[in-house]
T-cell receptor
């Protein structure tokens, strides 16, 4: 089984709808991240969380919110979806471990289309 | 501000030929550097990473990268490309906010017969 899972894998929705993307991990990592990928733009950080009570905005958090329901679960919500939020969304995890920066492990991605 | 530049958006190489993907970074301190690969429809997989020590880093799938501080570069190389190497390659530097990574825009690799 995959260590980092994302549901759904694909979603088509309409402008104004509320959407939730879910991420679960079995790696036991404390840090979790949501990134957005647009063609030709690489990955941009939306939100990150160090633990259940520690949630922080990334560089492009406007229009998004998150919830860390448990150490293993980190959900991304679009309260009122708009077409320019059409993108590929990735969840990632890392382990604070010895401190500092450790590699991130990515889920398979959720392809979201907002019509 | 830190940034990552991958100058080549697309690269085409013949199967069996050598490969070099370029990555330049701007970072105020000693960077942590990564190369990830994204196959079509897949998430990102770590190829290799550099934290400190030997500047030539070996990774999975026969890839290697060399950290050159004087040139602010971390180029990815492979001596002989296989058709299965066709994918999108991302260079990343950190730590960014929350120990996240700052990604380049990616280089798309096409491998021809």
């Amino acid at each position: 089984d995959a260590d980092v899972t994302q549901t759904p894998r694909n979603r088509i929705t309409k402008t104004g709808k509320r959407i939730m993307l879910e991420c679960s991990q079995t790696k036991g990592h404390d840090r979790m991240y949501w990134y957005r990928q647009d063609p030709g733009l690489g990955l941009q950080l939306i939100y990150y969380s160090f633990d259940v009570k520690d949630i922080n905005k990334g560089e492009i958090s406007d229009g998004y919110s998150v919830s860390r329901q448990a150490q293993a679960k980190f959900s991304l919500s679009l309260e009122s979806a708009i077409p320019n939020q059409t993108a590929l969304y990735f969840c990632a995890t890392s382990d604070s471990g010895t401190g500092g920066l450790n590699e991130q492990f990515f889920g398979p991605g959720t392809r979201l289309t907002v019509l | 501000a830190q940034s990552v530049t991958q100058p080549d958006i697309h690269i085409t190489v013949s199967e069996g030929a050598s490969l070099e993907l370029r990555c330049n970074y701007s970072y105020g301190a000693t960077p942590y550097l990564f190369w990830y690969v994204q196959s079509p429809g897949q998430g990102l997989q770590l190829l290799l990473k550099y934290f400190s020590g030997d500047t030539l880093v070996q990774g999975i799938k026969g890839f290697e990268a060399e950290f050159k501080r004087s040139q602010s570069s971390f180029n990815l190389r492979k001596p002989s490309v296989h058709w299965s190497d066709a994918a999108e390659y991302f260079c990343a530097v950190g730590p960014n906010s929350g120990y996240a990574l700052n990604f380049g825009k990616g280089t798309s690799l096409l491998v021809t017969p």
